[in-house]
């Protein structure tokens, strides 16, 4: 077999490029919204089929640091949960609007409304429990 012939061959069966797919038979997977303002708040947590965590947090926060590896941990990709982290610091109107007064204050949404909240750094097992509430 000559070298053209092989190369020609290996071509032949090489991968085609990928091309964008234009619809997916697939579940929606979780979604984590970092640093979120407020057209993003808005968008994730009006959704109808989901439930939007959403953890206000400040950088200078000690039991924000301790409390968002923990919610990142517990949001699989499998869920129908979504993740949004507000800055308090930067969305000072939306941490006003929810009342928030100590941190971190994590609220659960679904429809647009407040469903379910706590505050303070949890530990792993009663933040999964508050996770299991929701479904």
Same mark, same amino acid.
């Given at each position: 077999?000559?070298?053209?012939?092989?190369?020609?061959?290996?071509?032949?069966?090489?991968?085609? @490029?990928?091309?964008? =797919? +234009?619809?997916?038979?697939?579940?929606?997977?979780?979604?984590?919204?970092? #640093?979120? !303002?407020?057209? %993003?708040?808005?968008?994730?947590?009006?959704?109808?089929?989901?439930?939007?965590?959403?953890?206000?947090?400040?950088?200078?926060?000690?039991?924000?640091?301790?409390?968002? @590896?923990?919610?990142? =941990? +517990?949001?699989?990709?499998?869920?129908?949960?979504?993740?949004?982290?507000? #800055?308090? !610091?930067?969305? %000072?109107?939306?941490?006003?609007?929810?009342?928030?007064?100590?941190?971190?204050?994590?609220?659960?949404?679904?429809?647009?409304?407040?469903?379910?909240?706590?505050?303070?750094?949890?530990?792993?097992?009663?933040?999964?429990?508050?996770?299991?509430?929701?479904?």
């Amino acid at each position: 077999m000559s070298s053209s012939t092989k190369l020609l061959r290996t071509f032949r069966h090489a991968p085609t @490029p990928f091309s964008p =797919r +234009l619809f997916s038979t697939s579940a929606r997977r979780a979604v984590h919204y970092l #640093n979120a !303002d407020k057209d %993003i708040f808005d968008k994730v947590t009006s959704s109808s089929d989901r439930v939007a965590i959403v953890d206000f947090y400040a950088d200078w926060c000690g039991p924000c640091r301790t409390l968002s @590896p923990i919610l990142e =941990r +517990l949001t699989p990709d499998e869920s129908n949960l979504d993740l949004v982290t507000i #800055n308090t !610091d930067e969305q %000072i109107h939306l941490a006003a609007q929810f009342k928030v007064s100590a941190l971190p204050t994590v609220i659960a949404f679904k429809h647009g409304k407040p469903i379910k909240q706590f505050v303070g750094a949890l530990p792993e097992p009663q933040v999964r429990k508050f996770f299991d509430s929701l479904n």
